[in-house]
């Protein structure tokens, strides 16, 4: 396994971007460990890049925890 250099993600819009590219470009295998997200756009485009890759035969693991609020703080 060939590793990226090191690089510092200061944009949020950045850093999910650049992990649906990572997970649309997976052939063998994706982990993702996430602590807390918020139900929205970003999420379900995450989910939906997780199962397309799941649909291609692509090994999957996400685990952590979710913070589904709606806005407003409200379950």
């Known amino acids: 396994m060939t590793q990226a ?3 510092l ?3 949020v819009a950045e850093f999910y971007r650049l992990l649906a590219a990572d997970i ?3 052939v063998t295998s994706v982990r993702l460990e996430m602590y807390a997200y918020q ?3 970003i999420a ?3 989910i939906a890049a997780m199962a397309e890759r799941a649909r291609r035969g692509v090994a ?3 685990g952590g925890r979710a913070d589904v609020r709606r806005r407003g703080g409200q379950p």
Do not use: N, Q
């Open 44 to 46: 379900r485009s995450l």
């Open 24 to 26: 649309a470009g997976a």
């Open 9 to 11: 993600i200061d944009d």
């Open 5 to 7: 250099p090191l690089r």
């Open 39 to 41: 139900e929205g756009e």
């Open 60 to 62: 999957g693991e996400a």
